[in-house]
């Protein structure tokens, strides 16, 4: 499996550098794979697409402001620091830019000293390890000085911040949203569930892994990184009775998919379960509990495009993608949405 057999063209002016002003108002194309037909509808005519007795299994993770500028004591040339991961209380692995001002026992400064870190040590892919120091809540610091970590093909700069969360955001721990959940209202959810639609929440906290370029043209070479998921006793029983009783299990996004396959069992039984995981979901993947997905449209030779390709067939996805170009639907983590039945 070549990597570039998930490659397809996009105008540069296709990606959307800013969220609608109305969530849901986004347009959704509707892939149906029995047929091939696709329709071309907007996200708030996803409700027509669920049947009472459904399941919608929704990602609550929130995205917290990791992104923090600082400035290297005794030079004060400025160093990002983009926080990963927590390993301990005080101690997250980053991803620093740049890298070589940053080696070990370098200690830098943000916020004029309300927050500072020492680098203590190099891990893997050059990522640093940095023990913060300060006084009060680490998250109130955080609130204060760190910007939100928007991906790089978004330029524009954001003015609410929340428009970057879900809303249904709740478990921090997140570097990027989980944007395939950026198209919901509370008020659709609620009309979702007046029609008998039952919703499943997890918690995938997604990491910077889940973008990261795949750089080998053998795609099966690619490693994924390991993200931190929850699953509690209520989400798998909504889960396994929808299942029992003949209702389908509509995802909402790749890291709600990931999570739900990452614990099924083989006979697509769901059970409580919480850890770590580096699943790689591509084409020839047998899927053990999910059977619908809501997408965004996703980067060129990704991971994520990969795992759309492995629910529907790959030349359906890539035919849909050529179509979203030519109807000039908006792409990436603000853009429209796909909906695969």
């Known amino acids: ?27 959704l194309m509707v892939l149906h794979r029995a047929t091939g037909e696709l329709e071309h509808k907007h996200f708030y005519d ?23 500028m600082g400035a290297k004591e005794g030079t004060g040339a400025s160093i990002e620091v983009l926080l990963l991961k927590r390993r301990e209380e005080r101690v997250w692995e980053t991803l620093v ?82 944007t395939a959940g950026l198209h919901f209202t509370q008020d659709l959810l609620q009309r979702i569930r007046e029609k008998g639609v039952r919703i499943a929440t997890v918690t995938l906290h997604v990491g910077l892994g889940t973008f990261r370029p795949v750089k080998e043209e053998n795609v099966l070479d690619h490693h994924m990184h390991s993200e931190f998921y929850m699953v509690d006793g209520e989400a798998a ?28 069992e083989a006979d697509g039984h769901i059970p409580e379960s919480s850890g770590w995981t580096d699943i790689f979901i591509y084409p020839g993947y047998s ?31 890539l035919h849909a993608y050529r179509v979203a170009v030519e109807e000039r639907y908006r792409f990436f983590s603000f853009g429209d949405a796909m909906l695969i039945v």
């Open 97 to 178: 830019k740049p890298g070589k001002k940053a080696r070990a026992g370098t200690r830098i400064c943000f916020g004029d000293g309300l927050l500072t870190g020492e680098v203590i040590d190099v891990v893997e892919e050059g990522n640093r390890l940095i023990r913060f120091e300060y006084e009060g809540i680490f998250e109130e610091i955080l609130d204060r000085l760190g910007q939100m970590p928007l991906p790089p093909y978004i330029t524009h700069q954001l003015r609410d911040r929340n428009r970057y969360q879900t809303v249904y955001a709740r478990q921090e721990g997140s570097a990027a949203a989980p």
């Open 46 to 68: 996803v409700i027509d697409y669920l049947n009472p007795g459904d399941c919608l299994v929704i990602n609550d993770t929130k995205v917290i402001p990791a992104r923090l």
């Open 237 to 264: 029983q909504i889960i396994n009775e929808t299942k029992a009783a003949g209702g389908r299990v509509i995802s909402v996004g790749t890291t709600s998919t990931r999570t739900i396959e990452s614990v099924a």
């Open 287 to 317: 899927f053990k509990a999910v059977d619908c997905l809501i997408t965004n449209f996703h980067l060129p030779e990704s991971t994520l495009i990969m795992l759309v390709s492995a629910l529907a067939d790959r030349e359906q996805v």
């Open 1 to 27: 499996m070549r990597l570039s057999d998930f490659n397809y063209e996009l105008p540069e002016e296709l990606i959307a550098q800013d969220p609608l002003e109305k969530r849901d108002n986004s347009r």
